[in-house]
């Protein structure tokens, strides 16, 4: 273990020691302002999860068909997940347990709309259910529509490729916000839609050709032209798709707000906090400024024109020179896939983020995927610490809901990674919190940094 990893396990390295110093700071070594630990009232404590990735057994969605195409990239089946199409009032007792106020949960559009035009009532209510189950327990709410994967019929569509895919995903969110609006709190149309088309630059290894090849056999296999998942890796047209996915969050948003005026709605993007390397020579720039672009800059702009908060989801940094991104930095703590675990990332997106839109933010994600818990519990408050410094420089920030409630299905690499606060028996179904659960159920409890 390097000396940088065993001081962070052990929380001896505070987060702010590790916020990046202005040049100016570093060179006069100016102590940050220290933190005010209180959070305002009415923040939301919450942990957040997704349907395809919990139910289980969601055979009407795209990638179920995807998990056993050959070939397949996927590293296992769904399968049952957490069972918790089933267990979903275990999750709001978990949730209640914890010590948090709310709970992020989606919608999983192919069980409302198993067949194009075909709407199931009985899925409606199992929402409602739901729904009715957080306020229940004291549990505030928030609703994603839509969370990566759609219909099998959609994807055999196209998926957001075709042509109807917006005026499609507005009819289903005026008939889900029919049934179900008037007890959200807050809603979200899509997850992490700027992605869409871009995983493959940022997912390991050539999983975009894999991809390729999968997508292909299941369109043939369905005598389709193209099958496209709500989440692709590949697709045939990137920019077709991502105009249709930002006419979509448009349209959708409208067909909530028709419903229901007063009921704030949002987008939740994926976002690293890209930063600018701090020695490069001068006259070399940064790619900082043009990666922010390329993955932001239409999302923020249409966000900022469209929602009534913003939801950021951050997992990692970026440092970008001249000619691209850095690698870690020598001795970094990291998670299971490799990437440095970089606490003040999510304040740095949270700045970035409200500097550009003006809007609140909501973190509708957080976390870190690995089986070392206490990685997690080190993370949660140093993150926090400087989400509060933020916070206390005038970033408006609604609520932290972490990424996961419980370990569960991380698509193409299954089980394998793990994000859960809480353990999952997939035998049993058994859901055990971890030390990290506490930590953040204690911050929760006081709403106060401890
Ligand atoms: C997604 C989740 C995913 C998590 C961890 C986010 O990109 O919204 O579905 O499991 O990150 O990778």
Redesign the pocket.
């Known amino acids: 273990m390097t000396s940088d990893r065993r001081q962070f396990l052990t929380g001896a390295v505070t987060a702010g020691a590790m916020a990046a110093a202005t040049p100016a700071q570093a060179a006069r070594k100016i102590a940050p302002k220290p933190v005010n630990p209180a959070f305002p009232k009415g923040f939301l404590w919450g942990a957040a999860t ?1 349907a395809y ?1 919990v139910e289980g057994n969601n055979v009407a969605s795209d990638i179920w068909l995807l998990e056993r195409t050959t070939p397949t990239v996927y590293a296992e089946p769904s399968g049952d997940a957490a069972n918790s199409f089933l267990l979903w009032e275990r999750d709001l007792d978990l949730v209640k347990s914890l010590g948090l106020n709310s709970y992020r949960f989606s919608l999983e559009w192919a069980r409302i709309e198993p067949e194009q035009g075909q709407f199931s009532i009985a899925m409606l209510d199992h929402y409602k259910a739901m729904i009715a189950g957080c306020h229940a327990r004291g549990l505030t709410p928030v609703v994603t529509f839509n ?2 994967t759609t219909p099998r019929w959609f994807a055999a569509l196209g998926g957001w490729h075709g042509n109807d895919a917006p005026a499609l995903f507005a009819r289903y969110c005026d008939r889900a916000a029919r049934h179900l609006a008037d007890g959200i709190t807050y809603a979200t149309t899509l ?2 839609p700027n992605l869409s088309g871009k995983l493959g630059e940022l997912l390991p290894g050539d999983l975009l050709g894999a991809d390729k090849a999968m997508v292909e056999a299941a369109a043939k296999a369905l005598g389709v032209p193209i099958y496209q998942p709500g989440n692709p890796l590949y697709t045939p047209d990137g920019a077709r798709t991502q105009r249709h996915l930002l006419e979509g969050h448009r349209l959708g948003r409208a067909a909530i707000k028709a419903v229901r005026g007063d009921l704030p709605v949002g987008v939740s993007l ?1 976002m690293l906090d890209e930063q600018a390397a701090p020695d490069l020579p001068r006259g070399k720039v940064s790619l900082q400024a043009k990666m922010r672009e390329h993955y932001y800059g239409e999302w923020l702009r249409l966000a900022k024109d469209s929602c009534d908060f913003l939801g950021i ?1 951050n ?1 990692e940094r970026s440092v970008w020179d001249d000619k691209g991104k850095r690698p870690n930095p020598p001795g970094a703590v990291t998670n299971t896939m490799g990437a440095e675990v970089y606490p003040p990332s999510l304040a740095g997106v949270a700045r970035y983020a409200h500097a550009q839109t003006g809007l609140p933010i909501m973190v509708t ?1 957080h976390g870190v ?1 690995s089986e070392h818990d206490e990685i997690r519990a080190n993370l949660i408050p140093a993150a926090l610490t400087e989400l509060k410094r933020a916070m206390d420089d005038g970033v408006p920030v609604l609520g932290y809901l972490h ?2 409630l419980v370990d569960n299905f ?2 193409v690499f299954g089980y394998r990674i793990r ?1 859960g606060l809480c353990e999952l028996n997939r035998q049993t179904f058994e859901r055990k919190p971890k030390p990290s659960a506490a930590v953040l159920g204690r911050i929760a409890r006081a709403n106060a940094l401890t």
């Open positions: 997704a990735q969370h990566f997850n992490e994926a989801q997992y994600e995927g990424w996961s991380e698509w994000f």
